[in-house]
Structure formats: C-alpha cells, structure tokens
C-alpha cells in the first residue's frame, strides 16, 4: 500500500495550498536546508521508518521532507488537535509521506491517529510532549523493542522521559531536544515570545498597549511572553514559584506578585509554566469583567476549565477560538483556543527561522541517536555539544554573520591556571 493509500487525511485536494505553505516555510530555513543536502547524499536513514508526532504544520512538513530526503520512509501524526493544517497534510501525501491527522479530531480520533503512527513499526521516533512515548510504555510495549530511539521536542515531554528514566521504566534512548542551547534559548524565548501575539492578536484583534498582562511563569517561554508584552507596551506582571526566577523577573523591571493579587488586575492572562490549574476558581473570583485567558504550556490544563464551567451560568462561542464565560454576577470572561497553547491553537506556531534551528536539532539529534542507539542505552540523553554548535555556526553562516577566533595565545591563557 502507498502513502496515499494507507493515510487518513481531511482531503487530498487542498494539496496546492500545502505546497506553497511549505515552499514558503523551507525558503526560510537555511539551516535545515543545508541538512538536507548532507542528507541527500549520505543517506543516514535508508532503509528505516522514521514515526513523528509534532505540531503538523507547514515546518514540521519539511522537517519530515528532510528525514524522507536522508533515506527514511515516514509516517507523521499531529501533537495537538488545533495545531494540524488539513492543506499541509494534504501535500505531505503527495509528496510519498503517510499522514494520519486532520484538524480538530475527537479526543478517540486524535489518539487513534497516534496508535495508527506507532503500528507502521518505526525504527525511530520523533516526539512533542511524551504523546508517542505514553502510548509505548503504558498500551503497546509490544511495539518497543524494535525501536532504536528517538528525539524529543519540548520541556514537558523531557520532564515526562525524566520522570519514566526514575522509576526505571524507560525502554529507548530519547534525545532531549529541547535541552539544546540552539532550542530553548531561541524556540522557547524568541518563538513562544513572537507566537502568542501573533495568535492572541489574530483571535482577539484588540491592543495589546495600555493593558495589564500577566505573566504566569518565568521559564525561557516565560521571559519571551514577558519581553514582547512589554515591547508591544502592556504592563506586565510575572507570577512564579521560583524564588530565582521571580528575583529575575523582579531585576528584569517586571512587576512580580502572587496570582491572587495579579488576578485582581489582569487584563490578558497568559499562562506558560507547564504546571496544572495555574488560574482557578479562586483566581476567577476575583478577576475583573472581560478577563482574557490564554495558555502557551503544554496540554490544557494550566487555565482550569472544570473551575471555569461550573462558574459560568452560560458559555458561548463569540470568535472563532474565542470561548466567553458568563458567570452569575454578569461578569464574562473570553478563554482563547480552548485552553491549548494558543500560539499553536490560533496560529502557526513559531516562525520558520526559529523552527530552522530546533528542527536541525531534531534532524541531527536523530541521526545521533541511530548511530550510537547501542551505546546510549535507555535513557535521556543530552544533546552533543558538537551538534549544538554546528547548527549555531549553519545559522551565523546563513545571516551572513561572522565571529572571531581565539588566537593560540589565547587559547593557551583560557586553558592555564598561572
Ligand atoms: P521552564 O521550566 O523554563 O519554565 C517554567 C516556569 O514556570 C518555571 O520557572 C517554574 O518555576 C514556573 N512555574 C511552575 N509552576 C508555576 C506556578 N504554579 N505558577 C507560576 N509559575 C510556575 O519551561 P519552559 O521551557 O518555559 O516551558 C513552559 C511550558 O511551555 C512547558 O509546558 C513547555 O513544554 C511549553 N512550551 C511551549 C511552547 C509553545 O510553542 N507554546 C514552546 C516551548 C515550550
Ligand atoms: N502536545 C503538547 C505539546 C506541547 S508543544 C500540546 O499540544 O500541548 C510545545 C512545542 O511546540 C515547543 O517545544 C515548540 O518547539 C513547538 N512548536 C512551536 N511552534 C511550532 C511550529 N510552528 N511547528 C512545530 N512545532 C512548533
């Protein structure tokens, strides 16, 4: 059976519109470009089936383009039931790839899709948040031992693999992306800073400048959010749990405050801790009229929806990703993108100069973990720090930027002690 045959996909034909979103995307990603030359020749993945679950979006599309161009057949699933594009999955078909994803699936359809992914057998994995890993170790071991390992994309899915490697139950070696200096330095900061605007301002079509945004966590999303929150001209407000993090917050020139006391003055909430019921009913009984609520974390559960329904004495869709909450004393509160991360949920994601750099990782994180799977042994393992700098120098080459080298003077005075 060929891809077109074996995949589930919205329909084949919106597949002109997918070409030109991954054209477009791939223009501007000159880093996993020169991958894919290197791939095109040395053929690192001949003859294996590589199984992907991220955001399946017109990035992504390439990323799985390169893994094909180095030999691979793939198979990819999406990592979140609004992020999927139908267009995009559509030229992913075309273009020989098995897809099994479409936009807004039931949370049965969503899973099956992922288990659909697993059953081609991949000798390699790549990850976003555990999904494909929860579903090996909890309901199909018997799909484990062929598996090699694999690559995972972001801070909750490694905090996952972390906590499987402590009870000894972790069968693959996974490479932690998402460690990588070249991802969350950029990814998490400058992207997840970017996106959410772009997805609140795209749902919303309100001014950021003048408001009060809060801020809750101030990990490397966090900074990001907070940083272009401030440059779009809002107020902000960080909220932590981390007497590091609030004390840079606080030095940064942020207003630091526990959520009760943010609640009372929030205009735009905007949640990226990775943590669960961050905003509760205790949060919501405070808030002020027109609150508005959105989440760039993993999953939805940092906005607690349970405390939001049984508050609300009715709800109604007003935009498309606009939910509002009415509650008894007439106040409404407006959750984006059902509580999912919105930068995905309400637009593309990061942009693709980032993903250049995240994606590279993956793509050479996964070549890594093929070629020493033996060694690695079941664990998490740390990105190479060769591989970190290859694409750090790949992304100063394709800016035209050059840096300087140590002299052997110098090079001898770092490595001395006198
Ligand atoms: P991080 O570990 O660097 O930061 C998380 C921060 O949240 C920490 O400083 C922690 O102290 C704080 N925190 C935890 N519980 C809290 C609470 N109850 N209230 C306030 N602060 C709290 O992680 P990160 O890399 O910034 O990632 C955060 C989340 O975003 C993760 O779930 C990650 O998977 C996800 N993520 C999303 C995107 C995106 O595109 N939307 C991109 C990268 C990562
Ligand atoms: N399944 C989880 C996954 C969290 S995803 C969920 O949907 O809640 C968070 C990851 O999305 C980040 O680590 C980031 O690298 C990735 N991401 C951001 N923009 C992206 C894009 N345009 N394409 C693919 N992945 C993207």
């Known amino acids: 059976m060929n891809a077109k045959a074996r995949s589930i996909i919205k329909d084949i034909s919106l597949a002109s519109e997918g070409h030109l979103k991954i054209d477009w995307a791939s223009a501007h990603m000159p880093v996993l470009n020169r991958i894919r030359e290197q791939f095109e020749k040395e053929q690192p993945f001949r003859g294996l089936k590589v199984t992907i679950c991220l955001h399946l979006e017109a990035k992504t599309a390439y990323l799985a383009k390169v893994i094909q161009a180095g030999g691979a057949e793939v198979t990819i699933t999406g990592s979140n039931p609004l992020s999927t594009q139908d267009d995009v999955c559509a030229a992913l078909v075309e273009d020989g790839i098995t897809v099994f994803a479409r936009y807004q699936p039931t949370p049965e359809e969503y ?26 170790h909890s309901e199909r071991p018997d799909l484990l031992p062929q598996i090699r390992g694999g690559a995972e994309e972001t801070t909750t899915g490694i905090i996952r693999l972390k906590a499987l490697q402590r009870e000894g139950r972790l069968q693959l070696p996974m490479v932690a992306v998402n460690d990588g200096l070249c991802k969350h330095l950029f990814d998490n900061r400058y992207g997840t800073g970017q996106s959410v605007f772009d997805g609140i301002n795209r749902t919303t079509n309100l001014v950021i ?8 966590g101030y990990g ?8 272009r929150a401030k440059g779009l001209g809002a107020k902000v407000v960080v909220t932590e749990i981390d007497p590091i993090k609030a004390v840079e ?7 630091v405050m526990p959520m009760i006391e943010a609640a009372k003055i929030g205009d735009i909430f905007i949640t990226v801790t990775g943590n669960k019921s961050v905003i509760r009913r205790e949060h919501y009984e405070v808030m002020k009229d027109g609150a508005i609520l959105a989440n760039a974390g993993h999953f939805d559960v940092e906005v607690d929806k349970p405390d939001l329904y049984a508050l609300a004495v009715s709800t109604r869709v007003v935009r498309h990703n606009i939910e509002e909450f009415a509650l008894a004393d007439g106040r409404k509160f407006y959750l984006l993108a059902e509580g999912r991360l919105v930068n995905l949920g309400a637009s593309d994601g990061h942009p693709a100069e980032i993903m250049d750099m995240t994606f590279a990782l993956q793509a050479l994180g996964l070549r890594y973990v093929n070629e020493h799977y033996e060694q690695l042994g079941r664990q998490v393992v740390n990105v190479p720090e060769e591989i970190d700098e290859q694409v750090a120098r790949l992304k100063l080459e394709s800016l035209g930027l050059r840096i300087d080298a140590l002299t052997p003077e110098q090079e001898t005075y770092l490595n001395s002690w006198t």
Request: hydrophobic share 55%.
């Open 111 to 136: 899973k099956q899709m992922l288990v659909l992914a697993l059953e081609t057998k991949p000798d390699l994995i790549i990850d976003d948040g555990a999904d494909l890993v929860t579903i090996l």
């Open 249 to 255: 917050a606080h030095m940064d020139g942020f207003e």
């Open 209 to 216: 400048a003048g408001k009060t945004v809060v801020v809750a």
């Open 220 to 227: 490397w999303c966090g900074k990001g959010v907070a940083m």
